[in-house]
Nanobody, 115 residues
Framework: QVQLVESGGGLVQAGGSLRLSCTASGSIFRIMGWYRQAPGKQRELVAFITDGGAKNYADSVKGRFAISRDNAKNTVYLQMNSLKPDDTAVYYC???????????WGQGTQVTVSS
């Protein structure tokens, strides 16, 4: 049974930092990443990383967020710096066994950035 367990969300002032973690179990995931969904908006990709270390970021977070993973622990991290109120959203961990594989989702963790 696949399970993704997230942690690290919270409330932070603009300009602050947070680090999200997501540990996966039940399968091997070549691609792991983070999406976010703000109220009234569609879920959007934040960043993903492959098991080989290739990374991709949304333009809105480039230079501020950094994604990394520990393959031995099946864990992906998202270091978020210089946070803005527009970053406020529920952040969801995503994991896929392959590029064409099905999506697996975490339960979501709230990130709130106050101005």
């Amino acid at each position: 049974q696949v399970q993704l367990v997230e942690s690290g969300g919270g409330l932070v002032q603009a300009g602050g930092s947070l680090r999200l973690s997501c540990t996966a179990s039940g399968s091997i995931f070549r691609i792991m990443g983070w999406y976010r969904q703000a109220p009234g908006k569609q879920r959007e990709l934040v960043a993903f990383i492959t098991d080989g270390g290739a990374k991709n970021y949304a333009d809105s977070v480039k230079g501020r967020f950094a994604i990394s993973r520990d393959n031995a622990k099946n864990t992906v991290y998202l270091q978020m710096n210089s946070l803005k109120p527009d970053d406020t959203a529920v952040y969801y961990c995503n994991a896929k066994p392959s590029v064409m594989g099905g999506d697996n989702w975490g339960q979501g963790t709230q990130v709130t950035v106050s101005s």
